[in-house]
């Protein structure tokens, strides 16, 4: 058997996670604040705690997943002497940061972790983790974590997940928005959005291929065209605009899209790259 091991918080992701460490053996004492969702998990051998605090004296290696900072403020209660505190819930770099005060003031040791992955996931290599704080704490439990998927140590700062899950969201925002916006303009045209579906599929593979490219350009903050120039995209824009409009549909998206462009061509960067539009991001 493997270390023992809590999981505060059994929603969605909570029961996935504690459901992965019970599969790979670790004895797994688990706490929640509406207890029935430890029902099945506890039919499958997890040990249900009275409260937080006997949850987190039970096991060295503390995993909270709920759904936000406050709720984690709610949950950890008691000593944290000796304890190691996983955080997978969401929140900014900041609250991280102040919580990884906090766990260690109260004598805890703290890794921040932010879950690239969706429920199902969980306990395959498919879903990826990754963690922020100590090295030499990720790798006195890297092994365990592992049960969980595959894990990526980003550095010691414990905010640093958190930030590296900011940077994915708007990335996972910004597809799923292309994708349902292109399905709105392709069903307005009568095209469904499973026949849609193989060609953007293959779009998202061709512009993620582009990426090395396009991070070298902004880590350098030169913007060759290889690909196109901002004038040739704004051109493109201003089509998608006027066929939305014929088609009667939304139009707000294409519109901050071509107004991002408008701003950097004006600001010397019509014949430059699409990358230069990472100065317009940069601004507040
Ligand atoms: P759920 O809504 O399914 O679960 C939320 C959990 O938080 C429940 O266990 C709930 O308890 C608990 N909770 C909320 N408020 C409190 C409180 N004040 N005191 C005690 N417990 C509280 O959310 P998920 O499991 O999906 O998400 C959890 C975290 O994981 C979030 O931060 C989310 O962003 C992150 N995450 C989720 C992903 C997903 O695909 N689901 C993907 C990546 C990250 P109760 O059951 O009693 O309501």
């Keep these: 058997t493997g270390t023992p091991v809590t999981v505060l918080g059994l929603g969605l992701m909570g029961s996935a996670l504690a459901g992965a460490f019970l599969r790979a053996g670790h004895p797994t004492t688990v706490w929640n604040r509406t207890t029935a969702k430890a029902d099945d998990l506890v039919a499958g051998g997890a040990t249900l705690a009275e409260s937080p605090a006997d949850a987190i004296a039970a096991a060295p290696l503390v995993v909270v997943c709920v759904s936000d900072y406050d709720a984690v403020a709610d949950v950890l209660k008691g000593p944290l002497h000796g304890r190691v505190v996983v955080n997978l819930t969401s929140g900014t770099p900041s609250r991280a940061r102040a919580l990884a005060e906090e766990v260690t003031r109260r004598g805890g040791d703290y890794l921040g972790g932010?879950?690239?992955?969706?429920?199902?996931?969980?306990?395959?290599?498919?879903?990826?983790?990754?963690?922020?704080?100590?090295?030499?704490?990720?790798?006195?439990?890297?092994?365990?974590?592992?049960?969980?998927?595959?894990?990526?140590?980003?550095?010691?700062?414990?905010?640093?997940?958190?930030?590296?899950?900011?940077?994915?969201?708007?990335?996972?925002?910004?597809?799923?928005?292309?994708?349902?916006?292109?399905?709105?303009?392709?069903?307005?045209?009568?095209?469904?959005?499973?026949?849609?579906?193989?060609?953007?599929?293959?779009?998202?593979?061709?512009?993620?291929?582009?990426?090395?490219?396009?991070?070298?350009?902004?880590?350098?903050?030169?913007?060759?065209?290889?690909?196109?120039?901002?004038?040739?995209?704004?051109?493109?824009?201003?089509?998608?605009?006027?066929?939305?409009?014929?088609?009667?549909?939304?139009?707000?998206?294409?519109?901050?899209?071509?107004a991002l462009a408008e701003r950097a061509a004006t600001e010397g960067h019509a014949a430059s790259g699409y990358p230069a539009l990472v100065e317009q991001f940069r601004k507040p």
């Excluded at 963690?131 to 592992?146: F, V």
């Excluded at 069903?187 to 512009?207: E, H, K, N, Q």
């Design 114 to 258: 932010g879950i690239m992955a969706v429920p199902e996931a969980v306990g395959t290599a498919d879903a990826v983790i990754a963690y922020s704080g100590p090295r030499s704490l990720y790798d006195a439990h890297g092994s365990t974590l592992g049960k969980l998927g595959t894990g990526l140590h980003l550095g010691d700062d414990p905010g640093l997940s958190a930030t590296h899950e900011m940077g994915t969201l708007i990335l996972m925002w910004g597809m799923l928005d292309g994708f349902l916006n292109g399905a709105a303009i392709l069903g307005a045209a009568g095209v469904s959005a499973t026949a849609y579906l193989p060609i953007a599929r293959t779009a998202i593979d061709t512009v993620a291929g582009w990426l090395p490219g396009y991070a070298r350009q902004v880590d350098d903050g030169v913007y060759p065209p290889d690909d196109g120039t901002v004038d040739t995209h704004l051109a493109a824009m201003a089509h998608v605009i006027e066929e939305s409009e014929t088609l009667g549909i939304n139009t707000e998206l294409p519109r901050l899209v071509k």
